[in-house]
T-cell receptor
Framework: KQEVTQIPAALSVPEGENLVLNCSFTDSAIYNLQWFRQDPGKGLTSLLLIQSSQREQTSGRLNASLDKSSGRSTLYIAASQPGDSATYLC???????????FGKGTKLSVIP | DTAVSQTPKYLVTQMGNDKSIKCEQNLGHDTMYWYKQDSKKFLKIMFSYNNKELIINETVPNRFSPKSPDKAHLNLHINSLELGDSAVYFCASSEIWDSGNTIYFGEGSWLTVV
């Protein structure tokens, strides 16, 4: 059974810093991995989706990488802004599966 | 236009009551889901429907019954509510389960059982 772990659980950085959020998973037989953002009291917003055949995806200041063999993904945020403060969740979709398995998230605070 | 909308957003109810949460998606997707986020913020799937057919039913009490009247709707009915049912319930949808598709989530329904 897939397990997804995100470390650290919380992270606080000053504005302008580049940062990396980590995600690890136990079963490398995945179709894809998705990074989400969750704001307090809000739903989840999809940030980036990486197919199993891809190594990375980029969107604006965000870059997500995937290393299936080692069961790891990272989300890189460049030049962080206070508006980036949120909880970031990664989730894997298993081979032949309809469902996502989520990590518990990393709560990011960007201090002005 | 909201892609995945769910109502109500907030619901406070007493133990033992029966309540429903409705979900609609206007994305033309084939697959819809219900996820539960507990007090520890852990998101877990409850149900998934593909073209109105149940395809995932995780270990969820029988008191929870999903109903999909059509492809665009997946409602969640909960009987005999218990304190432990208090959580945020998220509806989501995606195109057919092909690997390439992003899952879109609604904004959540905050259920509090008192």
């Amino acid at each position: 059974k897939q397990e997804v772990t995100q470390i650290p659980a919380a992270l606080s950085v000053p504005e302008g810093e580049n940062l990396v959020l980590n995600c690890s998973f136990t079963d490398s037989a995945i179709y894809n991995l998705q990074w989400f953002r969750q704001d307090p009291g809000k739903g989840l917003t999809s940030l980036l989706l990486i197919q199993s055949s891809q190594r990375e995806q980029t969107s604006g200041r965000l870059n997500a990488s995937l290393d299936k063999s080692s069961g790891r993904s990272t989300l890189y945020i460049a030049a962080s802004q206070p508006g980036d403060s949120a909880t970031y969740l990664c989730a894997t979709r298993g081979a032949g599966s309809y469902q996502l398995t989520f990590g518990k998230g990393t709560k990011l605070s960007v201090i002005p | 236009d909201t892609a995945v909308s769910q109502t109500p957003k907030y619901l406070v109810t007493q133990m033992g009551n029966d309540k429903s949460i409705k979900c609609e998606q206007n994305l033309g997707h084939d697959t819809m889901y219900w996820y539960k986020q507990d007090s520890k913020k852990f998101l877990k799937i409850m149900f998934s429907y593909n073209n109105k057919e149940l395809i995932i039913n995780e270990t969820v009490p029988n008191r929870f019954s999903p109903k999909s009247p059509d492809k665009a709707h997946l409602n969640l009915h909960i009987n005999s509510l218990e304190l432990g049912d208090s959580a945020v319930y998220f509806c989501a949808s995606s195109e057919i389960w092909d690997s390439g598709n992003t899952i879109y989530f609604g904004e959540g329904s905050w259920l509090t059982v008192v």
